[in-house]
C-alpha cells in the first residue's frame, strides 16, 4: 500500500513540474526574432591575464590553421543544434588557396568546449 501511494506522489509531483513548466515556458523571449537583436549585444572586458594566455594559444595555434580570411556578415547567426553558422563575403585571405576574396562562404562554429 505503501509503494502505491508512493508511486502516486512521485507521479503527482512530476505532472505538476511538467505543468508548471510548460505554463512558465511562454514568458521565454526569442531574443533572435528581432532583427536589431545584435545591437543590444555588448563586448564584455577580458581580464589581462586571460588575455595573454589567448594570445600565447593563438600564437601556437594558428599555424596549424588551414584558412585565415578578413570577412563581412552578410546575414544573422542561424543556430544549429550544437553549430552556429554565419554567411560572411570573403573581403581578405591571409593564409589559404581553397578560397577567394569576394567569395560568400558559411563560417561554421562548433559549441565544443575546449580546455586548452
Known sequence: MKYRWGIC???ITI???TVF???EKRTYTDVSQDLSYLDDIHVAQLPENLCLSEAEYMSISLPAVPIIIRAS???????IGGTS???VK????????DIKAEQDVY????QAIDLH
Open 9 to 11: 506522489l512521485a507521479s
Open 15 to 17: 505532472l505538476a513540474i
Open 21 to 23: 513548466g510548460m505554463y
Open 73 to 79: 556578415a552578410l546575414d544573422n547567426v542561424e543556430h
Open 85 to 87: 553558422r554565419q554567411l
Open 90 to 97: 570573403v573581403e581578405e585571405i591571409y593564409k589559404g588557396v
Open 107 to 110: 563560417i561554421i562554429s562548433y
